[in-house]
């Protein structure tokens, strides 16, 4: 029964932690909740600089649907867009459960009155593991839902990437 109460809570957390766009790192730790008290979307805020480097060129397809009347995206365009960013968010709610878990298992070793040194680097390396799957598991998704657009949709889509990246920009 015990088990079945965690893992709920988990999952209701994760979730809340996609519904109101908390980061991973953000979600697996334990703060104070002045420190979340302003919310930031997963999507629009990742580890691995992804929102310079990679966001800046390619936001994805959850962006792709945003804008869906300015890209002249076609119903089959849209379902296919759909897929992704439904795809997308499932991988990522897996991503931040796995995070949590790695910081549960790295704060109980940590708390032991004298914790092993090789089961407290194994836990902080299973949390690196969790953020760079976090860091890396949209790309594929991104990447696709730009490859559905037809040549003059990606004109459209490099010049809104654009200027989305300049109005977040001054947002700074």
Request: proline share 6%; net charge positive; with cysteine.
């Amino acid at each position: 029964m015990c088990k079945k109460a965690v893992l709920l809570t988990t999952v209701t957390f994760a979730l809340a932690a996609l519904t109101f766009g908390i980061t991973p790192a953000t979600a697996a730790m334990h703060r104070p909740a002045q420190a979340m008290a302003k919310p930031y979307r997963y999507f629009m805020r990742h580890s691995f600089g992804f929102i310079g480097i990679f966001y800046r060129y390619h936001p994805g397809p959850h962006w792709n649907l945003m804008h869906a009347q300015a890209l002249h995206l076609t119903p089959a365009q849209i379902s296919e867009e759909k897929m992704l960013a439904t795809g997308m968010r499932s991988h990522t709610m897996r991503g931040i459960m796995s995070l949590r878990m790695a910081y549960r298992r790295y704060r109980e070793a940590a708390r032991q009155p004298d914790p092993s040194t090789r089961t407290l680097i194994r836990d902080v390396r299973e949390i690196g593991r969790a953020q760079a799957y976090l860091g890396y598991e949209m790309i594929p998704f991104h990447l696709k839902g730009y490859r559905l657009l037809d040549p003059s949709q990606r004109i459209t889509y490099r010049r809104l990437a654009h200027e989305n990246w300049m109005q977040m920009a001054r947002h700074r």
